[in-house]
């Protein structure tokens, strides 16, 4: 299946796969986060973000956040939950599509690292994570991520320079 964008035919759809979690506290009052502040250039750089990353050739979302968690975090991922999954077309500093499956993790071990090679790591309060500098389209989906809703949420979120263009989900 090729792409159409603006009446050009383009490359297959093919998304970079990564995973986003949210690691909660015991209370499940915070959630953990890195604020990215320390490399020049990132894409992210001021914002605070969840953690995760890109999954590699051979593995799977659940292997890749539990993964990306230890790297990152220092913790193992004792009860996770996908909470859902967002499609970013355009979402990449040069317009590359991402597809991200977000995880809630409900409990972990280990004591997490006070910060990583892209930042500090935070404790936020789950009522206070709209208040922090994140991405401009977060606090469209950050909700659902810690929403009692049972139910999966699965969303559209095209970016374009760097902006969200639209935002639709539904729960499954």
Same mark, same amino acid.
């Given at each position: 299946m090729t792409e159409t964008i603006r009446g050009e035919e383009t490359l297959p759809y093919t998304p970079i796969l990564a995973t986003l979690g949210y690691v909660m506290s015991a209370d499940g009052r915070e959630t953990l986060m890195v604020?990215?502040?320390?490399?020049?250039?990132d894409q992210h750089l001021g914002k605070y973000n969840g953690l995760g990353g890109k999954l590699e050739p051979g593995e799977d979302p659940v292997s890749c956040i539990r993964r990306e968690i230890a790297e990152e975090a220092g913790i193992t991922c004792d009860s996770l939950l996908l909470r859902g999954t967002i499609n970013w077309p355009g979402f990449g500093a040069n317009g $590359?599509?991402? !597809?991200?499956?977000? !995880?809630?993790? #409900?409990?972990?071990? =280990?004591?997490?690292? /006070? $910060?990583?090679?892209? =930042?500090?790591?935070?404790w936020v309060a789950v009522d206070r994570i709209l208040d922090l500098p994140l991405w401009e389209g977060d606090p469209y989906f950050l909700p659902l +991520?810690?929403?009692?809703?049972?139910? /999966?949420?699965?969303? +559209?979120m095209?970016? #374009? =320079?760097?902006?969200? /263009? =639209?935002?639709s989900y539904t729960w499954c």
């Open positions: 604020h990215r502040n320390k490399r020049e250039g $590359e599509h991402w !597809f991200g499956f977000i !995880f809630r993790i #409900d409990r972990f071990s =280990g004591a997490p690292y /006070q $910060e990583n090679h892209e =930042g500090s790591l935070e +991520v810690f929403s009692r809703e049972p139910r /999966q949420f699965h969303g +559209v095209p970016y #374009d =320079g760097g902006r969200p /263009q =639209g935002w």
